[in-house]
């Protein structure tokens, strides 16, 4: 399986090269890239980098950062970044982003999420019921046998971004990833770090006052467990329908309806890459809201602000 994978980006990357040249031409005004996983870490990244760098993120809209697939074109454009910027934990990094290595020795990989502090989840199951999962552990397997420096930690919770404190944290990584590539622009690096994260601090704020409000809840259910940390930051019981990365079972379900009386739940957040039918569901046998998020949206800060007020019991639109 691995050999194949190899054999098949090797293939790939020497098309490139040999087509590299009159594929597309921009009149000579092409800009450095780099690769982001998902689309906050392009807006982390283009906050502090201007428009220095082209950035561009590999998991496409309405797809799932856990099991995406590249296209060969998406490799072809990899191999011509000049970093990659990764969080470190997520499935698609997991499979494909090491093995890139391999494949394009220039390309400098640089870890966001360094420094923070990791939920771990064990078991952890992170896979879609569409998605070959026996696949998907083979190569979760084979990728801890590896000796590349950045062991990756299996059972990690992988939805990191989806925290004010830790995009802070981000920010700084990203500071430091540009440094070392151009040490030059350091002071203006610097100075769009700082107003970063005054906005971040600023998010974090509004947040904790939308979470402070008497009627604010304490509790929410979500179908893909993305809040993880965000939960952690504010105190907040995060219950996911999911189950192990499957939709639940019957019995399941019915406890989860249970669970929602009990815990004094009001809100449930759905994602554009799921199914919603479960929420939905359960929305109609416990009279709660389904909202639905994108926490894989670029506008990170809307996300972030549209979950707080959701829970803090100001009236939503229900899209
Ligand atoms: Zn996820």
């Not at 698609?92 to 870890?111: G, K, M, S, T, Y």
């Not at 830790?166 to 030059?184: P, Y």
């Not at 008497?214 to 467990?225: L, V």
């Amino acid at each position: 399986m691995k050999k194949l994978l190899i054999l098949l980006i090797s293939s790939v990357l020497m098309i490139a090269c040999k087509s590299g040249n009159g594929s597309k031409k921009d009149a000579g005004t092409e800009k450095p890239v780099i690769t982001v996983t998902i689309e906050p870490l392009r807006y982390f990244t283009e906050a502090i980098a201007g428009d220095e760098y082209t950035v561009v993120s590999m998991v496409p809209k309405g797809s799932s950062p856990e099991t995406y697939d590249p296209t060969p074109q998406q490799l072809v454009e990899l191999a011509k970044s000049k970093a990659y910027f990764r969080i470190g934990h997520i499935g698609f990094e997991r499979v494909w982003a090491d093995r890139l290595a391999d494949n394009a020795p220039h390309l400098q990989f640089f870890e966001l999420s360094r420094g923070i502090e990791l939920i771990f989840d064990t078991p952890h199951q992170h896979v879609h019921s569409s998605a070959p999962e026996s696949n998907y552990q083979e190569e979760e397997m084979h990728h801890t046998d590896e000796a590349d420096g950045e062991r990756p930690l299996l059972g990690v919770e992988p939805h990191i971004w989806n925290s004010p404190t830790n995009a802070q944290i981000i920010a700084g990584n990203i500071l430091n990833a540009l440094c070392l590539m151009n040490k030059q622009n350091e002071s203006v690096y610097l100075e769009r770090y700082n107003t970063l994260c005054r906005k971040l601090e600023r998010t974090d704020s509004l947040i904790c006052n939308m979470l402070s409000t008497p009627n604010a809840d304490r509790a929410f259910m979500i179908y893909h467990p993305a809040l993880s940390y965000f939960a952690r930051d504010y105190d907040l019981y995060q219950i996911p329908i999911e189950a192990g990365g499957k939709e639940p079972s019957p019995a399941q379900l019915k406890e989860l309806i249970n669970t929602c009386k009990e815990e004094n739940v009001h809100v449930i957040f759905v994602q554009p890459e799921f199914d919603r039918r479960n929420a939905d569901l359960i929305a109609k046998q416990t009279g709660t809201t389904v909202v639905p998020i994108n926490p894989l949206s670029y506008d990170w800060e809307d996300e972030m602000l549209k979950v707080a007020r959701a829970l803090s019991g100001e009236k939503t639109t229900e899209e």
